[in-house]
């Protein structure tokens, strides 16, 4: 735990745990399970969506643990000021090392293992599939999620900060990020998949987009679910899948299909 003011304000992470009744409560952590700590000034957003569906049942049922860190809580004065001007000058505010910092440290004191230190932010690398699979197959992930100009690059440095990327656009915050990132990832983890053959067979999983999809009823404002998905003839319908894969890949990311074809001739 750091010496900052903010000390006096006691425990600064606010664990979600088995019961939502547990929060802000002492964490009754669950070692060896996959973790996300989150660093952000709006814990309030957490669990947002991740507490809906498959994500909310697996971190109920103690799966994977979610910890929050409030950067506010590491503020500096009695206002608990977190950011300040540009150096150089320039609109905005930029978040403090200092406070950043200490939040880092109270946020991993208890990370073990391979737990990758993320800075959510639009100048990272783009986060994409394989960048889920191999968090899914760490011990965690510690996600900073930046506000206003963003943070200081000291301590982006310091702690050797990876800046990762949703896409190439700009957001208020890393919040919503952070949220689609843990997605992603949770739904890969061993204990959480419900279905693994969902996983094998959908986009990006084999360097293709996924095939289209259909369900009842046969007939829908007159049309017809694609005949050969009706006929029971598995081998039929899985070639009519992988074509439709492969035109839709063609047709829309030829990134991709330059890629899948490149690997498929090695
Ligand atoms: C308004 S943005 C700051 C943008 C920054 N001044 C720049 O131009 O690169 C505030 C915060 O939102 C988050 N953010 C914005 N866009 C993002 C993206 N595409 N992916 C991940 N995080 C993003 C980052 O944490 C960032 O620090």
Redo the contacts with the bound molecule.
Sequence with gaps: MSDTPAKSYGRKSIRLSVKPSDLMAEPALRPGIWTARVITLFPNAFPGVLEESLTGRALNEGKWNLELTDLRSFGVGKHRNVDDTPAGGGA?MVLRPDVVGAAVEDATRNARGNCPLV??????RRFDQAMARSWSEADGVTL????????DQRVLDHYGFTE???????????EI?AQAMIDATVRLLPSVLGNADSIEDESHSHGLLEHPQYTRPAEWMDRPIPEVLMSGHHGKIEEWRQKMAEQITRERRPDMWDAYQKNKGE
């Design positions: 905005g800075y959510l932010s639009p100048r990272g900073l999620c930046g506000r206003f100009e963003g943070v990762v990327s949703l896409g190439d656009f700009v957001l208020t915050g890393g990020a």
